[in-house]
């Protein structure tokens, strides 16, 4: 065991975690020498590879010498937060990673605070030493402060501190000597995490920290062996701490994989403190502890944060249902929800009472109920969606809402306009620190504040913002937001939009669609100028006269449309509103599509 080391790499979302991983992995040899290999291996699927995030922890493992390191790359964004919570109990110490540039962000306090909790050892990695914005001697002075803040036990403080760049695969011991390979990095791991201590001789116990699946063996157990040794074959038991009354599941394990590389390899066996993949029981979740046959003790397991955010999925009803998407009704949409929480522990789904086509998601944030919305459309399903809404909560008697801490990077002379519309969205002002030629503004903001706001946040710093949030505590309403100023313009009719109808309706608004797009009455075409939703026909064509007057029939200019992605159309909906998802388009539409019955609703409401 003590040829044993397992660690998980932490840090806010872009500072390098992926790319480090792949340097880690291509100098400890892994690859053959003329093996083509793309760049951040481990984020596998499509979207990660396309956004450049990674959303579900990965598990590797690489050889230094005859020692061996497990590796776990975790997820930065806020949204994932459960991922990083349970992976951390898998592992005895962490690499923290920090942009020698921008410094701790909020992501970097959330994992590092609940490493310090769990008492592991951390190792401070200022990565991106390259850049030339770099600030290390500054950074340097903010990661202690950070530790400071978080109570950090003395041996903590004095944790040691490499200077890296994950690009070029280097690190050194001071930021003044530049580094030639990650060989420092692997020998601090080696001096610094202390191997798994652990009795091989007691009965077998494991916690399971996180779930794979698989069409062909279901759901793989991943966790690290806690004592003892498993063998393959082998009957087991499955319990849990938060369900102590009921008597263990009896399993057997089917099969059992260790990391090596980027590979799961086969094994007969394996002992106390490695990482290990288990398949063969069907009902296996995260939090479970796998246990030999009459040894069943559960493990302590934090319970995940419960979900901030909800929003509705239910079965498209629109004009143009069923015409894209494979996958279109409530019971395979439900389904596949169900599915997704074998995977992700802090997804709830629920059925809404009295409706049989609709079920209630709930989650962390909008980025991660959007990549689910993604995942979902690319597999062939088609469905709708309402606007985001958060959770309330009665606190003393007290209605309490979730807020967020943002902090946002801007030049100074976008400063103003930041402060003022967060203002405005309840946003408390907590600190501000000047960084270079750019300002470090802290606030504590609503979660509903910040619905929608990212796209002007954009518009007001001129693209140069940098806008990083994560859940902070539940506390009193703060009152009314005012959401989107503008109101939609809405089709009129069914049928093909085209030119002479856009051109007419473009000076109502900014439109979303192109001559020759299909449209049906009360699906939303564009944002109009005033608060009030507008009706417009964009299927009107031009009446045709048997005169010919000079410049009668010039080429009509038409603006370009507005391209929303899936997360602006969820940012742009208003409360009356949905969004239908199908493999191919995604379409902005009214609740109440019938134009008479709609104002009709609406003036029974005021």
Not at 51 to 75: E, F, H, L, Q, S
Request: include cysteine; proline fraction near 5%.
């Amino acid at each position: 065991m003590d040829k044993l080391r397992n660690v998980a790499i932490i840090a806010h979302v872009d500072h390098g975690k992926t790319t480090l991983v792949d340097e880690m992995l291509k100098q400890s040899g892994v690859y053959r020498e003329n093996q083509e290999v793309v760049d951040r291996v481990m984020d596998s699927n499509d979207l990660e590879r396309e956004r450049g995030i990674t959303i579900m922890a990965k598990n590797t493992a690489v050889w230094y010498g005859d020692t061996k390191i497990n590796i776990v790359d975790t997820p930065g964004h806020a949204d994932f937060g459960g991922e990083v919570e349970r992976i951390l109990k898998m592992v005895n110490g962490v690499i923290l990673l920090v942009d020698a540039a921008e410094g701790p962000m909020p992501q970097t306090r959330f994992v590092l605070s609940r490493a310090l909790e769990l008492g592991h050892r951390v190792i401070v990695v200022l990565n991106k030493i390259d850049r030339p914005d770099q600030r290390i001697h500054e950074v340097i002075d903010e990661v202690l402060e950070l530790l400071m803040d978080l109570d950090a036990t003395d041996e903590q403080l004095d944790s040691p501190m490499l200077f890296c760049s994950g690009r070029n695969g280097t690190a050194s011991y001071s930021p003044d000597v530049p580094g030639t390979d990650l060989k420092p990095l692997f020998e601090t791991i080696l001096e610094y995490i202390p191997a798994p201590d652990m009795d091989e001789d007691a009965p077998f116990q494991m916690l399971v920290s996180s779930i794979d699946y698989n069409e062909y063996v279901g759901r793989i157990a991943i966790g690290r062996i806690e004592r003892g040794k498993v063998v393959q074959n082998q009957e087991i038991e499955v319990c849990n701490y938060h369900r102590p009354d009921e008597p263990p599941m009896k399993a057997k394990a089917v099969s059992l994989y260790q990391f090596d590389g980027l590979s799961r390899v086969p094994v007969a066996e394996a002992g106390a403190g490695n990482i290990i993949a288990m398949s063969g029981i069907g009902e296996i979740t995260i939090g479970d502890t796998i246990c030999a046959k009459g040894f069943a003790e559960p493990i302590e397991f934090v319970k995940i944060g419960a979900p901030t955010l909800e929003m509705t999925f239910s079965v498209n009803d629109s004009p143009f249902a069923g015409q894209e998407g494979k996958f279109v009704t409530s019971r395979q949409i439900g389904e596949r929800l169900r599915r997704e929480t074998l995977k992700d522990v802090s997804l709830r789904v629920s059925e809404i009472e009295g409706s049989t086509d609709s079920f209630n998601v709930a989650g962390r944030g909008e980025m991660s109920l959007s990549i689910l919305i993604e995942t979902m459309r690319r597999e062939g399903y088609e469905f709708q969606v309402s606007p985001p809404r958060v959770l309330f909560r009665e606190i003393d008697g007290k209605k309490c809402e979730p807020i967020e801490r943002v902090v946002v990077d801007v030049p100074q002379d976008a400063m103003g306009a930041v402060m003022e519309k967060l203002g405005a969205r309840k946003g408390e002002f907590v600190q501000m620190t000047p960084v270079g030629s750019r300002i470090k503004l802290e606030f504590l903001v609503p979660s509903r504040g910040l619905f929608g706001y990212r796209n002007e946040f954009l518009t007001d710093t001129k693209g140069e913002g940098i806008l990083a949030s994560v859940y902070d505590s539940y506390a009193p309403y703060k009152g009314d937001i005012a959401r989107r100023s503008t109101g939609s313009l809405i089709a009129f009719e069914t049928g093909e939009a085209v030119a002479y109808g856009i051109w007419n309706a473009q000076e109502r608004g900014a439109m979303f669609i192109t001559p020759g797009t299909k449209v049906y009455g009360g699906m939303v075409i564009g944002v109009g100028n005033k608060s009030d939703d507008v009706p417009v026909n964009v299927c009107r064509t031009k009446h045709l006269t048997n005169t010919r007057a000079s410049g009668s029939d010039e080429a009509l200019r038409l603006v370009p449309p507005r391209q929303l992605s899936l997360e602006q159309c969820l940012e742009f909906l208003a409360d009356d509103e949905l969004l239908e998802v199908t493999p191919k388009s995604l379409r902005l539409r009214k609740r109440i599509l019938d134009h008479s019955l709609r104002m009709k609703t609406l003036m029974r409401s005021r």
